[in-house]
């Protein structure tokens, strides 16, 4: 009865805690965020253009079936290779085992129009494995069939090899943590190992599977560099044209939308698909299962398994970029190089931090309100990374732009001041738009660390006099150190790899080591592209460590 009576007196200060003044400040800050697509979103209450009648006319059909076919084809791929991975690594135990599980990870340090172009160089005519051939058999040209790489079956492989990792790893995490007891009594039943992976297995796996299919997905629609590269058309590379060649806003933008409601579906999917792993997983009950040995020729099997797609995605990427590296660094790695480097740390290491405030201030908003229209744009904040960088560079442009336009004729008329674009073409802009693609990273780990401590500290903290921004400074960021430090690195290595964002709104004579690899390999200078690529991928292993390291914490 005591404590019912004290109840209202201790939880009506601490609703009072969050201000009117927190309630606006993160509804202005959510806003910001989402505001570049809803600017995007809103062309399409425009007229169509005659630009628009053209892509329809001509190209938007081929821009459809390509994107399509394209997800069609990584979607396949990454379910191939993803799967077997994951049932050999979570269920079994082999010679190597430790090893490859790390192994099959790395490919997520490289990004695929990094692969794409270390894989031009070797397979195109004049690579070492045709130059081979050639000489083997004494052929001359046109004389034999080779695969073309540069074809969308190229672009295909090239995302399934990259982007494969997300599937392995939310199906190997969920067989790890909840199927033991259900194998054992397949097991049990007398079900052989294949019986047991098409009617037990995939059937169970299925939504985080569907899931790590929807990720790959997402990246592959968001792509610039891999498909321009490899000369197919898709929608990233008609919004670039839309813009860029015929300086069409409206109908990029439009274009985007289109886009963007496709990945947005996806995202939605991806969202259903995580609740269904939940009911999947319903308590802490489970445990996990004792790995079956594996001896002999099964063995060998396992190992090749795991084995070959690391090869591929990893392994060979990186030894000839190490080749060409050693050729040309003597000449690539200058001045040049390193202001490229400084320049890629520098706008990474401002769009982290910047990231890591937004994301703190809303992670924490989230969880000291029940206000559900503040959650909700809180949760909406988070889209931008389910979105292509080409789209939010676009919508991005568009908002910076109309500011400056506002702002040159405020000054004029008012002031009689002849300003320049002071938005458009800046660092700033650059690194709100990497803020906008890549909150989602920050928010969530910087929310998972803040869910770990105890309420009751919140409620002791505002019961000695404290608000919430001193409970925030002094209590919850020394407990979530490590939290930040992990999401400020994520967010660091997926601004240094991004491209499409970058090279739409770079400043004049600003370059990255991203843009640099993009304009080398570009103009055939495959081996001169090298050093910076290597750079990002060594860049990214770090991440994708610490990513193993987290997982294998999470699954004691």
Avoid at 197 to 217: D, H, M, Y
Avoid at 391 to 414: K, N, P, R, Y
């Amino acid at each position: 009865m005591a404590s019912s009576m004290l109840f209202p007196r201790i939880t009506l200060p601490l609703r009072r805690n969050f201000s009117v003044g927190w309630f606006f400040t993160i509804t202005i800050i959510t806003l910001v965020v989402i505001s570049p697509l809803i600017v995007v979103l809103q062309f399409n209450l425009h007229p169509h253009t005659d630009t628009w009648q053209h892509l329809t006319d001509y190209v938007l059909t081929e821009y459809i079936t390509n994107s399509l076919l394209l997800a069609l084809g990584v979607a396949i791929g990454t379910f191939i290779i993803g799967v077997p991975a994951a049932w050999l690594c979570a269920l079994y135990s082999f010679p190597g085992k430790r090893i490859l599980e790390v192994l099959l990870l790395l490919p997520l340090a490289i990004p695929a129009y990094i692969a794409a172009y270390t894989y031009t160089g070797i397979l195109d005519f004049s690579g070492p494995v045709q130059s081979y051939i050639r000489e083997t058999f004494d052929w001359g040209y046109g004389e034999y069939w080779f695969p073309e790489i540069r074809s969308l079956g190229g672009a295909i492989a090239m995302f399934s090899f990259a982007l494969y990792p997300y599937v392995f790893l939310l199906t190997r995490s969920t067989l790890i943590t909840q199927s033991s007891s259900i194998i054992d009594a397949a097991r049990s039943l007398g079900a052989n190992n294949i019986e047991r992976l098409f009617s037990i297995i995939i059937p169970l796996a299925r939504p985080a599977i569907a899931a790590g299919v929807t990720l790959a997905l997402m990246e592959t629609l968001a792509d610039y560099g891999t498909v321009q590269y490899f000369g197919v058309d898709t929608f990233t590379t008609g919004i670039f044209r839309t813009w860029f060649g015929f300086g069409e806003a409206v109908t990029a933008a439009q274009l985007s939308s289109i886009l963007m409601v496709t990945v947005f579906a996806l995202f939605l999917l991806e969202q259903r698909q995580r609740k269904r792993i939940r009911y999947h997983n319903p308590s802490n009950a489970t445990h996990k299962g004792r790995e079956i040995p594996l001896h002999g020729s099964h063995a060998i099997f396992a190992i090749i398994a795991c084995i070959l797609p690391s090869l591929f995605g990893f392994i060979i990427p990186v030894l000839q970029l190490s080749d060409w590296a050693i050729d040309t660094a003597s000449t690539m790695v200058d001045q040049q190089f390193w202001s490229l480097a400084f320049n890629s740390f520098f706008l990474a290491a401002c769009a982290a931090l910047a990231t890591l405030v937004i994301a703190t201030i809303l992670a924490y908003g989230k969880r000291t309100s029940k206000n559900f229209l503040l959650n909700s744009l809180i949760n909406l904040s988070a889209m931008g990374y389910a979105v292509p960088g080409t789209i939010i560079a676009v919508g991005t442009l568009i908002i910076f732009s109309t500011m400056d336009s506002w702002l040159i004729e405020f000054l004029d008329h008012q002031f009689d001041i002849k300003a320049e674009l002071i938005f458009t073409g800046t660092i700033f802009a650059l690194v709100f738009a990497h803020t906008v693609r890549f909150l989602s990273l920050g928010l969530q780990t910087v929310g998972a660390s803040l869910s770990k401590i105890n309420h009751s500290i919140d409620e002791a903290s505002q019961l000695l006099g404290s608000n919430l921004y001193t409970t925030l400074r002094s209590i919850h960021l020394p407990l979530i150190r490590s939290g930040l430090l992990t999401a400020a690195l994520l967010v660091f290595v997926e601004v240094m790899k991004e491209l499409p964002a970058t090279l739409i709104m770079r400043p004049f004579n600003f370059n990255t080591l991203a843009v640099r690899t993009y304009e080398l390999a570009s103009d055939e200078r495959l081996a001169d592209a090298s050093t910076a690529a290597l750079a990002i991928v060594l860049t990214g292993i770090i991440p994708v460590i610490l990513l193993n390291i987290s997982i294998k914490a999470n699954a004691r």
